[in-house]
């Protein structure tokens, strides 16, 4: 399936923006601190940054994804899934749970979440329902964890997905990669950011033509 500009329509598409927050992107941040290569996050971040602003400039809802976690939703398996531990990510009221140089304005809506999907427990689908949303385009962090189970999950509810895989970071190119083919093969759409604001353009060439 290609991107083409109905597919990503402003009033029927959201920017989902998943996890940019200190732990998970910040090179002082906990998974950094763990060892993890961060590199890509900075790679990426420019990009996003296009994409926000483009989103904002077409009318498109943007809508930050925010982990939060602590004793309340800490179970037993939770806490120990894969031997890790939960590492203390993003614990509330941290500064590792707060976002990295993003920043949501006053109207646009944050979701927090306690596990890999933003569907898992949350509002996430019923603020999409109430927006009429038809198709999400993922961006953040990590690619192959929770921007890959957010995209699994809204593909199971009817929505389209559109992966703006330079727009998404993972701790490895071959973690990126693996979720990148997965979309391709079973899940959506894969893009550029590049390629959604020139779509987005065109909608909008398109639009003012029609009332012209």
């Known amino acids: ?13 959201a920017l989902i923006i998943v996890d940019v927050q200190n ?11 763990a060892g993890n290569d961060v590199s890509a996050v900075k790679e990426m971040m420019p990009r996003l ?19 939060f976690h602590e004793r309340a939703t800490d179970s037993q398996v939770w806490v120990s899934r894969s031997g ?16 990295f140089e ?12 306690h596990r890999y999907s933003a569907f898992i427990n949350t509002r996430l689908d019923s603020v999409l329902r109430t927006l009429r949303i038809e ?14 189970s957010t995209a699994r999950d809204g593909f199971m509810r009817d929505y389209h997905i559109v992966l703006a895989e330079d727009a998404c970071a993972s701790y490895s190119r071959a973690a990126h990669e693996m979720t990148v083919e997965n979309m391709k ?10 390629e959604v604001e020139e779509n987005w353009n065109i909608w ?7 009332i012209l």
């Open 102 to 113: 993003v920043t949501p304005l006053a109207d646009e809506i944050v979701v927090n979440k």
């Open 49 to 67: 940054h296009g994409l926000i602003a483009a989103a904002r400039a077409h009318d498109v809802p943007v809508i930050f994804i925010q982990t």
């Open 23 to 33: 732990d998970y992107c910040h090179p002082e941040g906990v998974l950094a601190s």
């Open 1 to 13: 399936m290609e991107l083409t500009a109905d597919l990503i329509m402003p009033e029927r598409t």
């Open 204 to 210: 909008s060439q398109s639009a003012l033509q029609k």
């Open 185 to 194: 093969g079973y899940f959506g759409v894969v893009s550029s950011a590049a």
């Open 84 to 99: 890790r531990g939960s590492l203390g990510v993003c614990r509330r009221g941290s500064w590792g749970a707060e976002f």
């Open 135 to 148: 198709t999400l385009i993922m961006t953040g962090v990590s690619t192959n964890v929770c921007v890959e």
